[in-house]
């Protein structure tokens, strides 16, 4: 019995010891998106269908994506790196030893913020900030060239479900969807975040001003309601005042927030 106890309490030593010297995830987010603050360790991606932005075990992140790809060339070049986005807007690999292994380039407006690196569709990795909008946070109680070129090939990308880019409407109950939120253009002309279970947790107030409405982010990072007369209803505020690319990620804390313009993407190295 007593030999039983013994083995017992040291398995339960053992146990305790490995729980509390895992590290903490520095933020939770869906597969395709990185925020300021998140970190992807060595082995974790990004991902979205096929498509990979990967940071290896041998310390180069990746893409993969099925055509020219994008690599940070940084192989060797550190032990256990891993990825983080920080409040200029730049991705930095870190080897285990806390030193600066690659960083992409700093935002050309050099303003702090909170910023969202994105996996899309189309197969590159951009970084989109600061935020310019979001929707209240739920709790318990760079310039950017204006392409157009580039616009038109955003134009075409298909929709994601917890994405909205530029020039991408929602419309007759169509929705973002993260987790157990929902953020959707109701066929009342109403625009409402909705959390499974509880409800409506943020609204536009815009039900019955308008018939066939839909939402639209435009090339300002401003989103707007508006109905079948293209008359706005309603506008989130403020606009941007550099012209470019913006995505609105409907986060898995139940905020959906506005980021933009683009400051950096795999297609411009």
């Known amino acids: 019995m007593a030999g039983s106890l013994s083995t017992f309490l040291i398995l339960s030593s053992v146990l305790l010891s490995t729980l509390f010297s895992v590290p903490p995830l520095a933020f939770a987010e869906e597969s395709n998106v990185l925020l300021t603050g998140g970190v992807l360790a060595t082995d974790?991606?990004?991902?979205?269908?096929?498509?990979?932005?990967?940071?290896?075990?041998?310390?180069?992140?990746?893409?993969?994506n099925k055509g020219s790809g994008f690599q940070s060339n940084t192989h060797a070049n550190g032990v256990n790196c891993s990825l983080t986005l920080n409040d200029l807007g730049q991705l930095i690999i870190?080897?285990?030893?806390?030193?600066?292994?690659?960083?992409s380039p700093v935002s050309t407006t050099g303003k702090k913020g909170k910023y969202a690196a994105v996996?899309?569709?189309?197969?590159?990795v951009a970084v989109y900030g600061p935020a310019l909008w979001s929707t209240p946070a739920l709790s318990s109680n760079a310039d950017a060239a204006d392409d157009g070129a580039d616009r038109a090939r955003l134009a075409n990308i298909p929709m994601v479900r917890n994405v909205l880019f530029s020039s991408q409407i929602l419309y007759d109950n169509a929705k973002l969807a993260s987790r157990d939120y929902t953020f959707v253009m109701q066929n009342d002309c109403n625009l409402a975040l909705v959390k499974a279970a509880d409800g409506v947790k943020w609204q536009s107030g815009t039900s019955g001003k308008g018939r066939n409405c839909f939402l639209r982010l435009d090339h300002q990072g401003q989103l707007a309601v508006q109905d079948d007369?293209?008359?706005t209803v309603w506008s989130s505020k403020p606009a941007g005042k550099t012209s470019g690319d913006y995505v609105l990620v409907l986060q898995i804390n139940g905020q959906a927030v506005v980021y933009g313009p683009s400051v950096w993407s795999t297609s411009s190295t």
Do not use: A, E, I
């Open 44 to 64: 974790s991606q990004l991902s979205y269908l096929g498509l990979s932005f990967v940071m290896q075990d041998d310390c180069n992140l990746v893409l993969y």
């Open 94 to 103: 870190h080897s285990s030893d806390k030193s600066t292994v690659w960083t």
């Open 119 to 124: 996996l899309r569709p189309d197969g590159q």
């Open 229 to 231: 007369h293209y008359k």
